[in-house]
């Protein structure tokens, strides 16, 4: 990358002269490399006297900035305003500041400048030539914010003439809703922690052609304006949705240790303090000295479905606060706690530490009998939610009890006979429960599994002709009833959805026969030959559908 600086000539300075230690000397036209790292410089221009800038002042310069293959990227002289910075501060790249160190008042050079003291990558983030954003210092391990993570950042922005018009250190701020103006927000998202880097903000991603007032400490920006922002990114706090609906967030104020988390039935052991909107403590657990941690084991409502899938998330050391809403927290129901009475319809706040956690042994963790001791296990812990109406609970119970006896081949003969019978029963008591929760696709995939293993299992053939039903497919779901029918002639709930699908049929052909009719009658109106040919097709299809 090439740069050519022209430094105008700023007032005389009184005194005596240094002749400057650094800088080599140079005709015009003539190159050197002027740094161990690979700074070249090539005067093109003479300047006046023997002074040269120090770390510390207050430079002003035009330049030109292109890549090797004379691609222009940036030009104060297109703006018409020369550049104005503090050398050796970190406002500009390595290689600006060495090299403007050498030259003299009014010298015009061409400095090559090698990746390890330019901008790194310079990016087009915004796509369209709107923000430009060249690193000065690299960034720490490979995350990038996202847009509900809270950020703290220091900026210093500045105008083409080098007046701030804004500094501040430590701004906190959530990316989505962005701060000061909205090029911070985009750029942010591209950052690793401890990055620092300078944008090139055209109007539209600063302030446009209304441009900002001044307004306190804050200089005016005037109508399309192009900012010059440094700005580093300190740090952040990395916000989550746990559920989908986004009505449990978690923020995690400290990083935990390593990679594991808790699982389904493992045994947590937390520091916890829980409040309401206005800041009232409901409860406070394990943070007075030798107080017991408050101790639960996962997936067991032994408490809010909120905090129990939160701490499913966490890492042991980690503390995050939670935002849980009334669904997923105490409901429309008042509920007594132990400092405080939430009322109904509460959102309520968490604050947690994950002390520590004992995880549910693993299936890879158990030989064969305790396979299928757990599988067994879970089936039964299935059915009672079943029977309780918990539905989505009860799937995952069976989908567990399965998954320990998925891979059967170290069982013995007798062992995988009782894998077989376990793998039927949880299969199809898990169909039942994606009816109930209106999951037809899935249903249908499950009772195919048992139907893989016995094909002449008439719940299997029932519950997936159920889900064909719903799925429109009626053409699947009366195969299913008749071979169902077939095995057993006189089962009462398939005779009774036979009638279900009869009904079902008889309504779609009378939607088509209707969709025919239409066709028929608007083509009929038609004089020319090929509506003739086509209504008479038409119409003897819809003859074929009445027959």
């Not at 030798?290 to 939160?310: Q, S």
């Not at 995939?445 to 029932?462: D, F, H, P, Q």
């Not at 003897?540 to 559908?545: G, P, T």
Request: hydrophobic share 30%.
């Amino acid at each position: 990358m090439d740069e050519d600086f022209d430094m105008p000539v700023p007032e005389e300075m009184n005194g005596d002269f240094d002749l400057p230690d650094e800088g080599p000397v140079l005709k015009v036209g003539e190159e050197k490399e002027i740094s161990k790292q690979g700074l070249k410089k090539k005067l093109l221009k003479e300047g006046e006297g023997w002074d040269t800038p120090k770390n510390g002042d207050e430079v002003e310069v035009h330049y030109t900035g292109t890549l090797l293959d004379g691609t222009q990227f940036d030009s104060s002289r297109d703006r018409g305003t020369p550049f104005k910075f503090t050398l050796g501060q970190g406002q500009v790249i390595k290689g600006w500041d060495e090299g403007i160190r050498t030259m003299k008042k009014g010298e015009d050079a061409l400095f090559t400048i090698p990746p390890e003291l330019a901008y790194g990558d310079v990016n087009d983030i915004s796509k369209d030539g709107g923000i430009i954003k060249k690193i000065l210092k690299e960034g720490e391990k490979w995350e990038n914010p996202k847009d509900l993570d809270e950020v703290i950042v220091n900026f210093e922005a500045r105008l083409d003439d080098g007046k701030v018009v804004e500094k501040s250190d430590t701004v906190e701020f959530t990316v989505k809703d962005g701060y000061f103006c909205p090029a911070l927000s985009k750029a942010v998202k591209t950052m690793k922690k401890g990055e620092k880097v300078l944008l090139t903000v055209k109007p539209q991603y600063g302030f446009g052609d209304k441009g900002k007032p001044a307004s306190g400490y804050e200089g005016a920006v005037p109508p399309n304006s192009t900012l010059h922002i440094t700005l580093e990114l300190v740090s952040w706090k990395t916000v989550s949705e746990v559920t989908d609906d986004k009505k449990v967030i978690k923020k995690i104020v400290k990083e935990g240790e390593g990679f594991e988390r808790p699982n389904e039935g493992a045994v947590v052991k937390l520091k916890l303090i829980g409040k309401l909107q206005d800041g009232t403590e409901f409860l406070k657990k394990g943070h007075a000295e030798g107080e017991e941690l408050f101790e639960f084991k996962t997936d067991e409502e032994e408490v809010i479905d909120g905090l129990d899938r939160a701490v499913l998330t966490m890492k042991k050391g980690e503390v995050a606060l939670l935002t849980i809403a009334p669904e997923y927290a105490f409901g429309s129901s008042e509920s007594p706690q132990e400092l405080a009475v939430v009322p109904p319809n509460s959102t309520v706040y968490y604050e947690v530490e994950l002390v520590s956690f004992e995880k549910d042994k693993e299936s890879w963790d158990m030989n064969t009998e305790e396979k299928i001791e757990a599988a067994g296990k879970k089936k039964e812990e299935g059915n009672a939610l079943f029977k309780a109406g918990k539905y989505a609970r009860a799937s995952k119970r069976y989908e567990k009890a399965v998954k320990y006896i998925d891979y059967d081949t170290s069982f013995s003969e007798e062992e995988k006979k009782q894998s077989k019978v376990l793998k039927v029963a949880c299969n199809l008591n898990n169909a039942a429960c994606k009816l109930k929760l209106k999951d037809y696709k899935q249903a249908e995939k499950l009772c195919s599994k048992v139907l893989e293993i016995e094909g002449r299992n008439v719940k299997a053939l029932y519950r997936r002709a159920q889900a064909y039903i719903q799925l429109a497919d009626l053409d699947l779901a009366e195969l299913d009833i008749k071979k169902a029918l077939e095995i057993d002639p006189n089962n009462r709930d398939v005779k009774l959805e036979y009638k279900t699908l009869k009904e079902k049929m008889k309504e779609f052909n009378k939607k088509e026969a209707k969709f025919y009719g239409n066709m028929f009658a608007k083509l009929t109106k038609s004089d020319s030959p090929d509506s003739n040919k086509t209504a008479a097709k038409m119409q003897n299809n819809k003859r074929r559908q009445q027959a």
